[in-house]
Each structure stands twice: as C-alpha cells, then as structure tokens.
C-alpha cells in the first residue's frame, strides 16, 4: 500500500458513504494505492453495519469495529496499528476536511521527501467555514497556548500524514480529539510541510466536540509542559530576563531624571530603549 487512511467514526452514517466516495476518486485521480481504515465506536446509528457493506465492494475499505466509545486518539493509533503502508494519515468523518487535498498531501511526503504534512486552516490560502464566533474563539484559543511547543500554525488540525517511521517506538496516549498535538511533540520527525485548506463545517450530524474535549485537552498540556523540561527551563530563563529588563528600567530612569536631572519623559525612553535590547540579546544568548 501506498497509503493507510485512518477514520474514525462515531454516528457518521450520513457522511461516510460519501466521504468514501470521495476518497476513492482522490486516490484514483493521483494514482495512490491506498486503503481506509475506518475505526468505529460501535456507533448506534449504524455506521459500522454500512461501512462493513461497503467493504464488501470496495476493498480499499477496512472496519475496525471497537466495544465502546473510546475516543477519537485512540481509534486513530487503533487505525495506526493496523496500517498496511509506510505513510500513515488521518481525516474527519463528517466532510469537514477536503478530500481533494489527499493527493497534495500525498506528495509532499514522497515528492518533498517531507516527513509530517499538515493540512492547515491558519495558513495563507487556508480557511474555515461555517463557524460561529465561539468556535473560532475556542479553536485559536486551542492553538495559541499549543505554540508553547511548536512553531506550525496549526497543530490542532484532524488531517495530516506522516511517515510511520516517525512514530514508531513512540509511546502516543493522548485523550481526546487532538492526536496531532502530542505527535508533533514527541514523533521523531525533521521536515514538515504545511498545506493550505478550506475547513468546512459539518452539515450532516452532531458534533463531537464538547467541555470533556476541552478539559482532555488542558489535561495533555499539563503532562507535556511537566515531561518537557526543556520548556520550563527556558520559560523560567525568559521571567528572569524580564525581571533583570524591569530593574535596569527602573535603575536607569532614576538615575538619569533624579541624579543627572534630565527630563523625565527623555530618560524613560531611554531606560527602556536600553532595557529593551537588554532583553533582546539575553533571550537570545541565555534563554533560547
């Protein structure tokens, strides 16, 4: 295989047939021998029972049928587990994520030679749709506080591929929906690639995403920050600069306004001109 597609699913019977569909094309379109792995939590509605019908026919499908709801994270490493490729990938089930960007995505793994792709919303060209203001708020929200550990623009995103060399040996646990996240901190990766898409909000079904999402969420940045030592040092390293900033503000607006008499307003951009690039080369040498 060329490529392992892992879906999870949970009440996706509305979406999935057509997704499949899509899919289908993609890979015949870019010549991609690929397989889908649909990874479902014994979903009451159904999905399941029309995935495993679907399979019949198309044998680029394959069901994984789990006991209980589980969670998305790990039907995705359930999805991993059995993958038959050496590139492993992963979408939503509910048409949110374009299909049309799977062969994109697919070359610059094996074209690009890049080892983590991304199909990111917060990229020039990307785009979200369909979103309320208390979503967006959430989902930036999200990534502003990931950017602790990692500089890509849209670590929270369901649609990405990677080599599975990348994790392979890697202890992965994460909980909720954003598995991305922890491979991005712990998978042995050099090359990554962002590619732009338009996210589309679900038309067919109910969303997922709920205050345990969130909470799963705070919970796995708390265990990365905690295991991470490297990113508490240098956050401890970046307060102490800016303590050592404000005293040198502070010294040298008072010794140019109260001893050398000059005008308050000049020597308080003066102390903080000096302060300023005082922090700068610190942060540079010391702390980073």
Request: glycine share 6%.
């Amino acid at each position: 295989m060329d490529l392992s597609l892992v879906i999870p699913t949970y009440n996706e019977r509305e979406n999935i047939q057509n997704l499949l569909f899509e899919i289908k094309k993609e890979f015949k379109k870019n010549n991609i021998k690929g397989e889908v792995i649909v990874v479902d939590d014994n979903s009451p509605d159904g999905t399941s029972k029309l995935v495993e019908e679907l399979s019949k026919k198309e044998k680029f499908v394959k069901l994984i049928k789990r006991n209980g709801k589980s969670g998305l994270s790990s039907a995705v490493l359930a999805g991993f587990e059995k993958a038959s490729s050496d590139v492993l990938a992963v979408m939503d089930a509910d048409l949110s994520h374009p299909a049309e960007k799977i062969g994109e995505m697919y070359k610059a793994i094996k074209c690009d030679d890049s080892d983590l792709v991304i199909g990111s919303r917060y990229i020039k060209g990307g785009n979200i749709k369909g979103w309320n203001l208390y979503r967006k708020i959430l989902s930036k929200g999200a990534t502003l506080l990931a950017r602790v550990f990692t500089d890509i623009k849209d670590p929270m995103t369901g649609f990405f591929m990677i080599k599975k060399k990348c994790i392979e040996g890697v202890e992965l646990n994460s909980r909720g929906f954003k598995i991305l996240l922890e491979i991005i901190i712990k998978a042995n990766y050099k090359k990554t690639k962002e590619i732009p898409i338009t996210f589309t909000n679900r038309i067919k079904g109910k969303s997922k995403a709920g205050i345990n999402e969130i909470l799963y969420y705070l919970h796995d940045l708390k265990g990365y920050l905690f295991k991470e030592k490297k990113v508490i040092l240098e956050f401890f390293k970046f307060a102490f600069v800016g303590l050592v900033g404000t005293f040198i503000n502070i010294i040298i607006l008072y010794l140019l306004t109260e001893i050398a008499g000059v005008y308050y307003m000049i020597s308080a951009v003066f102390a903080f001109i000096v302060a300023a690039t005082n922090n700068f080369f610190l942060n540079k040498i010391f702390t980073f």
